[in-house]
């Protein structure tokens, strides 16, 4: 066995002969892959999320972002959030 301290060789393998024989490269495919590309500009939110107090109080937004603004400054006072299909009209908006 030759020592590794006299090795005229590359210090790693061409990726060529690395994936030679398995018939699959990820570089390769990779290329092949379609890929998305961004079709809208507009929100895509496909839910309500309805936050639920500990006292059972509960409120209803429309997005991400305004459920996570309440459930960030208020955290200590609520249970959970739950997450509505759109096409369900929400039925009580507010904490009241």
């Known amino acids: 066995?030759?020592?590794?301290?006299?090795?005229?060789g590359p210090l790693y393998a061409p990726w060529s002969a690395v994936?030679?024989?398995?018939g699959f490269d990820?570089?390769?495919h990779r290329k092949m892959t379609k890929t998305f590309t961004q079709?809208?500009?507009?929100l895509y939110d496909r839910h309500h999320y309805k936050i639920i107090?500990?006292?059972g109080d509960a409120v209803v937004v429309d997005n991400w972002a305004q459920a996570h603004e309440i459930w960030w400054?208020?955290?200590?006072?609520?249970?959970?959030?739950?997450?509505?299909?759109?096409?369900?009209?929400?039925?009580?908006?507010?904490?009241g």
């Open 1 to 8: 066995m030759q020592n590794s301290n006299n090795y005229d």
């Open 19 to 22: 994936v030679k024989g398995r």
């Open 26 to 28: 990820p570089v390769e």
């Open 39 to 42: 079709t809208s500009d507009g």
């Open 53 to 55: 107090a500990k006292n």
């Open 73 to 95: 400054n208020k955290a200590p006072f609520l249970d959970r959030i739950e997450v509505l299909d759109k096409n369900n009209p929400p039925h009580k908006k507010g904490f």
